[in-house]
C-alpha cells in the first residue's frame, strides 16, 4: 500500500529521502510508536545482498517501531555508501505489517578518464587515485582522489595545478568517472633569498636545501621544481645544519614565497634569526651509570668547551645506547638534557640513564624475501638464538645484510618484537625487499678504446638465491675481442670457506706495438681471517701468442707461452653496498708468483685502496690509489705484455691508450718509418679523486667531476702526469655507463685539448 499517515498532530513519517549526500530525516523528538514490525522486506537494491541490508539495520520482527529507531535505521543504511536514496515505507500484506526499505544504488564506475593532463600520463595518474573501474561510485573516495592527485602533481613541480570530477551517466546503472585537470606549467624557482643569516653565506645554506634554483642543467637533473613537501623539509634541514654548527636558538620564520605574474617562476626569501653559537659548558651523567666516566668521556664525540653539535650529540646517544645494550640492556633509554647557562653561550648536556631490564634474542624470523634462500640473509647475522641482546651485533648484522647488494637499501629493517609472556626476550623480524640481481645484457657502440663493439652478458649476483655469483661475458670489438665464464660460490658446504673459478679467451689489438692472444682459467680460494677481511689464494694457468709485431724491441719467444702463477691476497672491504658505495673502503693488496712451471717468470706486488665519503646530501667524494712492482725472477726478462702502461678510460683519462709510460725511438717492423713506442715500465702509481652526484635519481643519471695523477716506468726517473675532466654516469639496465671529458695537464699532451672517453662499467 502507499506510505501510511502515523502519528499525532503534524508527526508523520511520509518517505525519508537522502539526496546529495543529505539526509533528511528529522529528529522527531520523543519515541513515538509507529506499529509492531511484523516482517522487514528490501527492495530495489540490485547489486547489495540484501542481507548485507539487514544486518546494519536495528530493527526486527516483533519490535515495535518508533520514530528514533526508524531515523538510526536510515542513517545506518546511508553509512554504507552504497546507495543514493534511501525511504521507508510501511505495507500491509495479509494484515500483517510490513517495513518496507526502498534503495536506490549508487551507480557503477565502468570508466576513469583524465582530462587535461599534458604533463602527466594516464597511467602515473591512475596510479594515485583509490577510485576503481567496476566499483561503486563514492563521493567521498572520489574527494579523496582529487586531494592525492594534486598532492601528486605538487610533487611533480605542478604547484599552481588543480583538479575537479564530474560524472557522466553512460545509463540508470553505469557512469564514466572524469577527472579535468588544469595543470598550467611546472611552477620553477628563480630566486632563493636568505635573510639574517652572518655566520654563513646563502650559496652555503642553498647547498643544504632539497629546493633548488632553476639552472642550464635542470632539464636534466629535475631540480629547480617547487615542491612544497620538499620545501617543508628543508626548514627542517636548514635547522638542523644550524644545530650542527652549535646554533641552538635558530629560529627560522615563516617563508614568503611570491609567484610571478605569468605564473612560472617562484621566489622564496627566508628569515633566520641564528642567534649566538654555543660551546659545551659541562657533560654530567646521572642515573644508572654502569661505567666509569671517564670510559664514557672517552667514547664520547661531543667534548667539553668545544663547539656544541646536534649531530655529535645524536652519535653519541647511539654509542652510549649500544653500550648498554651490548651488556643485555636491550630497553636502555638514555635522555638528554640540555641546559644553558645564563649569561653565557655555553650549554651543559646531561645524559640520564635507564638501563631496563636484561633480555635476550629469540627467534630470528625473515621475510620479504621469495628469491633468496633464508640461509643467504642469517649467514650475515651474528646475532644467536637465546645469546644476550647485543646492539652493536645488531647493527652489524644489518649493516652485512646491506653489504650484500641483494636487497633495497631502504627496506632492509630490523625489528625487536617480545613474543607474549615473555619480556625479557626479543625476536628480531628482519624485513627485506628484494631487488633485481640478475642482468641480461645485449648492446652495440663506440668506444674510444677499443672502436666499434658488440657486448653480451649475462650476470647473476645471487645465483638459485644463494648468494652464488654466475657471469658470462661476451665482447666483440674492432681492436679486442673477448670471452669468459666466471662463478663464485662465496660459502662453500655452508662453510666460512669461498671457492671460485673461470675461463677467458682474449684476443687484443689494442696497443700500436703489438697483438695479443691469451687463453687460460684460474680457481680461487677464500676464507675470513678477520672482520671485514679475507684471504684469498687463486692459481692462474695462461697462454699466450702476440702476433702482428711493430715494436722490433719485442722478443717473440720471450712473450709466448705458458704462464703460471700463485697469487696471495688480502681483501678489507667496509663499503655500504658493493654494487653503489656511499661510504666506506676497500683495501686490497696481493702478491703473485709466476714460474710455478711453464715458460715465464716474474713477481708481481699490487696495493689498491678506495674510499667513498658522503659529504653533503647525496654528494659522494670516492678516491682510489693503485700501486704495482713487477720484479725479475732468476734475471729472467719480463714479457712486454705484462708490463704497465698509464692512459685511458680505466686510468687516466685526460689521456689516450698507452700515452704514459717508457718510450723508445724505433724504426716500425718491416718499414722505414721511425716512431716512439711505449715498451712499458716495471712500476705504476695512479690515484683519481672524483665527486658525483645524481642528476636525475629517477633515470639513474649522475654527474662526475674528476682529477686524476699517475706515473709508469721505473722508479729512478719518476715524471707524475696528471688530468682533470667532468663526466656523466648513467646506471642503465646493461650496466653503468660512462661519458667522460678529460683534459692533461702534463708534458706534451697538456695543448691536445679534451679525450673524450666511453666505457662500459665502474671505474671503482
Keep these: 500500500m502507499s506510505l501510511r499517515f502515523i502519528s499525532l498532530f503534524f508527526f508523520s513519517i511520509f518517505a525519508l529521502v537522502f539526496n546529495s549526500n543529505v539526509f533528511a530525516a528529522e529528529d522527531l523528538g520523543a519515541h513515538i510508536d509507529l506499529f509492531k514490525i511484523d516482517s522487514i522486506v528490501v527492495s530495489g537494491n540490485k547489486k547489495v545482498e540484501k542481507e548485507a541490508i539487514l544486518e546494519k539495520i536495528g530493527s526486527k520482527p516483533g519490535m515495535t517501531l518508533d520514530n528514533y529507531l526508524l531515523k538510526k ?3 545506518k543504511i546511508y553509512s ?10 510501511q505495507d500491509t500484506v495479509d494484515g500483517k505489517n510490513v517495513l518496507r526499505f526502498l534503495v536506490k544504488e549508487k551507480p557503477i564506475i565502468t570508466k576513469i578518464s583524465f582530462e587535461g593532463n599534458d604533463g602527466l600520463s594516464d597511467d602515473d595518474l591512475k596510479g594515485q587515485v583509490k577510485s576503481k573501474v567496476f566499483a561503486i561510485l563514492d563521493t567521498t573516495t572520489i574527494k579523496s582522489d582529487v586531494q592525492a592527485l594534486l598532492k601528486f602533481y605538487e610533487e611533480k613541480g605542478y604547484f599552481l595545478a588543480s583538479v575537479d570530477f564530474k560524472e557522466k551517466k553512460l545509463n540508470e546503472e553505469n557512469t564514466e568517472l572524469i577527472f579535468n585537470i588544469k595543470e598550467f606549467d611546472k611552477v620553477k ?29 635542470s632539464f636534466m637533473s629535475g631540480t629547480g621544481n617547487f615542491k612544497e613537501i620538499n620545501f617543508q623539509n628543508d626548514i627542517e634541514r636548514l635547522k638542523y645544519f644550524y644545530r650542527m654548527k652549535g646554533y641552538l636558538q635558530i629560529n627560522i620564520g615563516t617563508p614568503e614565497i611570491t609567484v610571478s605574474e605569468d605564473k612560472k617562476w617562484v621566489f622564496i626569501t627566508m ?17 644508572e651509570v654502569l661505567f666509569p666516566e671517564g670510559d664514557l668521556r672517552e667514547k664520547m664525540v661531543l667534548k667539553e668547551q668545544e663547539t656544541y653539535s646536534e649531530e655529535s650529540l645524536r652519535k653519541d646517544i647511539q654509542m652510549l645506547t649500544e653500550m648498554y645494550q651490548d651488556e643485555g640492556y636491550a630497553f636502555a633509554n638514555v635522555i638528554r638534557n640540555l641546559n644553558v647557562v645564563p649569561g653565557e653561550n655555553k650549554v651543559d648536556v646531561e645524559f640520564s640513564f635507564e638501563k631496563g631490564k636484561i633480555a635476550y634474542f629469540g627467534r630470528v624470523n ?38 650484500l647488494g641483494f636487497y633495497e637499501p631502504e627496506s632492509i629493517v630490523f625489528n625487536t618484537v617480545s613474543p607474549k609472556d615473555k619480556e625479557d626476550v626479543l625476536d628480531v623480524d628482519v624485513s627485506v625487499k628484494e631487488k633485481n640481481t640478475g642482468q641480461i645484457s645485449l648492446g652495440a657502440g663506440y668506444s674510444t678504446a ?17 648468494g652464488q655469483n654466475l657471469s658470462f661475458s661476451l665482447n666483440v670489438a674492432k681492436t679486442s675481442n673477448t670471452f669468459s665464464i666466471d662463478f663464485t660460490e662465496p660459502y662453500l ?11 677467458f679467451i682474449s684476443n687484443n689489438d689494442t696497443s700500436s706495438s703489438f697483438s695479443e692472444r691469451r687463453k687460460g682459467g684460474n680457481i680461487r680460494v677464500g676464507y675470513p681471517i678477520y672482520q671485514f677481511t679475507n684471504l684469498y689464494l687463486t692459481y692462474k694457468l695462461e697462454d699466450t701468442t702476440i702476433k702482428s709485431v711493430e715494436d722490433p724491441s719485442i722478443d717473440v719467444n720471450l712473450e709466448n707461452g705458458l704462464a703460471s702463477s700463485v697469487q696471495t691476497s688480502i681483501v678489507h672491504d667496509k663499503r655500504d653496498d658493493r654494487s653503489d658505495p656511499r661510504k666506506g ?4 693488496f696481493s702478491t703473485e708468483y709466476t714460474g710455478i712451471g711453464g715458460d715465464k717468470k716474474w713477481l708481481k706486488n699490487e696495493v689498491e685502496s678506495r674510499t667513498f665519503i658522503p659529504v653533503v646530501g647525496d654528494l659522494i667524494f670516492r678516491t682510489r690509489f693503485y700501486a704495482g712492482k713487477l720484479n725479475q725472477v732468476d734475471s729472467r726478462a719480463i714479457p712486454r705484455t705484462e708490463k704497465f702502461t698509464l692512459g685511458g678510460s680505466r686510468n687516466l683519462r685526460g689521456y689516450s691508450y698507452e700515452d704514459i709510460g717508457p718510450k723508445k725511438y724505433l724504426q716500425r717492423t718491416g718499414t722505414g718509418v721511425y716512431e716512439y713506442f711505449n715498451t712499458g715500465g716495471e712500476f705504476m702509481s695512479f690515484a683519481n679523486f672524483e665527486f658525483q652526484h645524481p642528476l636525475s635519481r629517477e633515470a639513474g643519471l649522475k654527474w662526475v667531476v674528476f682529477f686524476d695523477a699517475g706515473h709508469a716506468g721505473d722508479l729512478d726517473h719518476v715524471k707524475v702526469y696528471t688530468d682533470y675532466g667532468f663526466g656523466f654516469r648513467w646506471f642503465s639496465p646493461i650496466g653503468v655507463l660512462r661519458f667522460e671529458f678529460g683534459y692533461p695537464l702534463t708534458g706534451e699532451f697538456k695543448d691536445r685539448g679534451s679525450q673524450f672517453h666511453f666505457d662500459i662499467g665502474q671505474l671503482f
Excluded: C
Design 493 to 503: 658446504f655452508d662453510t666460512k670457506w669461498s671457492l671460485g673459478g673461470g675461463v
Design 366 to 403: 625473515i621475510k620479504g624475501n621469495p628469491k633468496s634462500r633464508d640461509k643467504v640473509i642469517r649467514r650475515e647475522i651474528t646475532i644467536k638464538e637465546g645469546q644476550k641482546f647485543n646492539g652493536t651485533a645488531l647493527r652489524q648484522s644489518k649493516e652485512n645484510v646491506q653489504r
Design 271 to 287: 628569515k633566520l634569526t641564528e642567534g649566538p653559537q654555543f660551546t659545551v659548558n659541562k657533560i654530567s651523567f646521572q642515573g
Design 189 to 217: 624557482v628563480k630566486k632563493i633569498n636568505f635573510l639574517g643569516n652572518t655566520a654563513f653565506k646563502d650559496e652555503e645554506l642553498k647547498t643544504i636545501l632539497q629546493t633548488q634554483e632553476d639552472s642550464l642543467f
Design 585 to 588: 673502503y676497500f683495501l686490497s
Design 450 to 466: 677499443t672502436g666499434g663493439f658488440f657486448q653480451a652478458s649475462v650476470t647473476q649476483s645471487n645465483f638459485r638465491g644463494m
Design 80 to 89: 554504507m555508501k552504497y546507495f543514493e536514496n534511501v525511504e521507508a515505507h
Design 73 to 75: 535505521d536510515l542513517e
